[in-house]
C-alpha cells in the first residue's frame, strides 16, 4: 500500500473540487444571494442530490474552505514543543501566519481573498455560519488543553472562548483595513503590534491592562475575563 487515495476516492475529490470552484465563481461573480442551488449544480455538471451529498448546506459551499481551520489552534497546542505553555505556541503560529500572509489572519491582499472575505462579512447567513465554525474550534482547543496542560474543565472552556475569539477579532481587524485600501505590507507592522497586544491581555487579565505597544484599536467593547492557566506552561 503506497498510501495514495484509490481511483474511487480521486473522483469524489474532483466532484467535490468541482461543485466548490463552481460555486465560489458564480458567488464572487453575481453574489452569494443572487445564486440558487440548482445554478450550482448545473455548473458542476451534477445533481442536486449529488451536490447536498457532498455540501449540506449552501453556505458549506463556502465556508468549507476553511474547515482544516476550525481545529487548528487545538493542533497547535498539541503540537507545541515541550515545555512551551499554550499561549506562548498560539501567539507564535498566528504571527508566523502574519508573515506569511496566510488569510487566516486576514492579511491576505490577493484580489481573490478580499473578494471572499468580503462576501462572507456581508452575507448574514455566512456569518451565522461562521459562528458554528468557532464553535467547534473552541471546543477542540478546549480539549487540547485539558489534555495536554493539565487545565481543569471549566478554565480550558473559558480560555478556548477567549483565544478563538482573539484570533477572530484580529483577523476581522486586519480584513477590514485591507478592505479599506490599507496593503497587507502597509498593515502588517500594525498587525504584530495588536497581536502582541492581545496575547499580551490574554496572558496578563484585564485586571491591570498592559498598554499598546502599538496601533491597536479595540475592535469590541465588551471585556472578556481572563483565563491564567492557559497561559502557564504544560
Known sequence: MDGKPGLRERKKQRTHAAISDAAIRLFLEHGFSQVSVAQVAEAAEVSKRTLFAYFPAKEDLVVHRLADHETETARVVRARPPRTAPLTALREHFLKGL???DPITGLNDLPAVLRLTRMILDTPSLVARMERFKTGAERALAQALRETADTPELTARLAAVQIVAVHWALA????????YGESADERYAGAVADTEHAFALLENGLRQPVPPSGTYRPVSGRDAPAAPSAGSDG
Open 99 to 101: 508573515r506569511e500572509r
Open 172 to 179: 476581522q481587524d486586519n480584513a477590514g483595513r485591507l478592505a
